[in-house]
């Protein structure tokens, strides 16, 4: 009897020491700091602009500038606009669609629903992990969820307003994760309809979770073991759904031409190289999951893009290759070992968890759009969080010999403090690198100078968009050099990057260097002859060349490309008047007008070719139709001058050139105009007075 007494006085205590370790901080108030931290971290983004995908999936997205108007239309359309190996999010792209029917495009107010969706999503996690293991890890996944607010591999997800949809996708997996745990403890049929739909709107943000069964049937079927009916009806429900996606997915980009996933650019993953063989696929594979651990652990250098030639190319017979093989076993012998032993070990759960997570983008079963990426590992990073939770746990009771108690140690405290503010800083350093363009590929391209893309979106940076920002041409001319340095590094980096040839040809003509910039327009159009643009742009470098014969072929060519465009019908017309051929000017400029009849280009170029082609009435009825669309531009009256002097109508030319010499007293053609009306009509100081004028103007 003694002996009975002092086991249940032992049970009693081990109940009362992890009841006191769990409640040494309250609920709500690990709540708050979950949530306070979650926004601190993150609270420097606000001020930050859009940046990298931004432009593509949210300032210059043609369905989300039109609003709530085009929901219909994102539901039944890929999420890039149907490139050969697109996706489907609808999803995150309607949230974009609904900010900007609100709030119109404001980067601020964007960052800060990335942040209440992070945070929320922080809350749902720890909820999550506390009530799958009874409330009996709180300190452990209290320590974990810290980490996952501050880890700075989350910055590309969160900083980033396109992050989007990993952020929705997660919060929406996590919050069905939630229902699907009291259903199974209560039964109620309401919460698996609720959590299946929430999975599936997961989905609609991105398709990282499709690998949510696996992880329901883990842990439905390991961690929880009562229940099986329940059990099996939750992961047969996320099956169904996931088929659903799929099938709905393989439709909407099959109907666009987008469902290609053979296509996928070496230039974007570099494991998709024929050439590399099966050593260097498995290789170069195994060698990114070593990677993830890496920055799991120590998340420095982080960049925006790990495309060719980030990673270093390498086979099986690479050593570190086989380094992280031993240790991906370990971890799965390790977690097996626990999981025999107690098949509810939390810690064999958030191995098998990061495992199962990360498999999807190991490149191994297939390829996938990335050799690697930061946002790859964010569900993920939520078991590699609660293993370090764990694992910082059972160090600290086996040393003190007593249950872990977070708020009664003050040694854990600090050391749980100090890894929090060093990832804190690390994410704070990086959400200023994520403020624009200029500063993230900056940044980047320093970290990663072996990145091709990296170099070619700072060169290209600096040559469209700094170069125009600056006024001092010495300052203009320092841009231009820079931007001829990195695009130049791309090229040799990747040399069949046509991207980079073209905009070279851009920063050639910058530099006034024309024969480099069509060597370089033509290599761009050797690479890829069926891009539109860059015909148009060696077009207009031959057509300044003066090398007009070659302009007419390409602007005729790139017009049975894209026979509705009156950009290129006109393009054609000024090759034909650059080259004096003044009626087939006329003719494809008639076309062009007849495209796009509001063009003021056109327009007026039109009227320069009947003047050139002796057509004065013609051109002269255009004049006076571009008077009356811009009475403020002081060439339309000039224009029109020259039409009434051609026609032997002086009088008439007179009232039109003082009115263009009101718009704008710099035009020194009106003031010769002027000299030569008076001249024509006998009043020679007149004339000789605006010849005067005109000869003294530069």
């Not at 009975?4 to 370790?21: D, P």
């Not at 170099?455 to 006024?471: H, P, S």
Request: glycine share 6%; net charge positive; hydrophobic share 45%.
């Amino acid at each position: 009897m003694p002996k009975k007494n002092n086991a249940n006085n032992s049970k009693a205590s081990a109940s009362t020491i992890a009841t006191t370790a769990n409640q040494a901080i309250s609920m709500p108030f690990r709540l708050l700091i979950l949530a306070l931290l979650s926004f601190i971290v993150y609270a420097t983004t606000l001020s930050n602009g859009f940046a990298l995908d931004d432009f593509q999936a949210v300032r210059d997205n043609g369905n989300v500038q039109q609003g709530i108007k085009a929901i219909g239309n994102i539901f039944t359309s890929p999420y890039l606009g149907g490139v050969d190996n697109d996706f489907y999010r609808p999803l995150s792209t309607i949230s974009f669609a609904i900010e900007n029917s609100i709030w119109g495009s404001n980067p601020a107010l964007q960052h800060l629903v990335n942040i209440f969706l992070f945070a929320t999503s922080v809350l749902l996690l720890f909820r999550f992990f506390d009530a799958l293991f009874d409330y009996k890890k709180t300190t452990a996944i209290f320590i974990a969820c810290l980490l996952f607010s501050v880890h700075p591999i989350h910055t590309e997800v969160v900083a980033n307003i396109k992050g989007r949809d990993e952020l929705l996708c997660f919060t929406l997996a996590i919050a069905s994760f939630n229902l699907f745990l009291h259903y199974h403890k209560k039964g109620t049929l309401g919460l698996l309809v609720v959590g299946a739909i929430l999975y599936f709107l997961s989905l609609l943000s991105k398709e990282t979770t499709i690998v949510l069964p696996a992880i329901l049937a883990l842990t439905f079927f390991a961690v929880k073991k009562d229940y099986r009916t329940r059990s099996l009806i939750i992961v047969i429900s996320s099956i169904i759904i996931a088929t659903c996606f799929l099938m709905l997915r393989y439709w909407v980009l099959k109907s666009h031409h987008a469902n290609n996933a053979a296509d996928i650019p070496i230039l974007m993953n570099p494991l998709a190289d024929p050439s590399i063989g099966w050593s260097g696929r498995i290789g170069g594979a195994i060698y990114a999951l070593g990677h993830y651990l890496q920055l799991l652990l120590f998340p420095y250098p982080l960049v925006c893009d790990y495309s060719y030639n980030t990673l270093p190319p390498v086979g099986m017979g690479n050593v570190w290759v086989w380094l992280i093989i031993i240790i991906y076993i370990g971890l799965k012998l390790f977690a097996f070992k626990r999981f025999l032993k107690d098949s509810r070990d939390a810690i064999a759960y958030s191995v098998f968890f990061y495992l199962l997570s990360i498999a999807l983008f190991s490149n191994i079963l297939f390829l996938v759009s990335g050799s690697f990426g930061e946002r790859f590992a964010f569900l993920a990073s939520a078991g590699f969080c609660l293993l370090m939770g764990l694992g910082i746990e059972e160090l600290f009771s086996r040393f003190s010999k007593s249950k872990f108690t977070f708020g009664k140690k003050p040694v854990s405290i600090g050391i749980i403090l100090v890894i929090c503010s060093i990832y804190g800083y690390m994410c704070q350093a990086r959400n200023k690198e994520w403020t624009d363009n200029y500063t993230l590929f900056s940044a980047d391209a320093e970290k990663a100078p072996t990145n091709c893309r990296l170099n070619y979106f700072l060169g290209t940076e600096l040559g469209r968009v700094k170069y125009n920002e600056e006024t001092d041409p010495g300052e203009k001319q320092k841009i231009a050099d820079d931007a001829l340095r990195y695009l130049t590094k791309a090229l040799q980096i990747y040399p069949a990057f046509a991207e980079v040839h073209s905009n070279l040809a851009g920063v050639y003509l910058l530099r006034n260097q024309p024969d480099s910039a069509e060597y370089h327009a033509r290599k761009a159009y050797e690479l890829n002859p069926k891009n539109a643009g860059w015909i148009r742009n060696l077009g207009i470098i031959y057509n300044q060349n003066k090398k007009y014969t070659l302009a007419q072929k390409l602007f005729a060519h790139v017009m049975t490309l894209d026979p509705k465009s009156s950009e290129w019908v006109y393009n054609l017309g000024q090759a034909y008047f650059n080259n004096g051929q003044y009626d087939s000017a006329e003719y494809y400029e008639i076309r062009a007008n007849a495209m796009d009849p509001k063009n003021t280009v056109i327009i007026k170029d039109l009227a320069r070719t009947y003047f050139y082609n002796k057509k004065f009435e013609a051109s002269k009825a255009i004049s006076k139709r571009m008077v009356e669309l811009e009475p403020q531009v002081a060439d339309n009256y000039i224009d029109l001058s020259a039409c009434f002097i051609s026609l032997n109508q002086n009088d008439s030319a007179i009232v039109p050139l003082y009115k263009a010499i009101a718009a704008d007293a710099g035009k020194k053609r009106a003031y010769e105009y002027l000299s030569l009306v008076y001249k024509a009509k006998g009043y020679v100081d007149s004339a000789n007075k605006y010849q005067n004028i005109a000869t003294s103007m530069r």
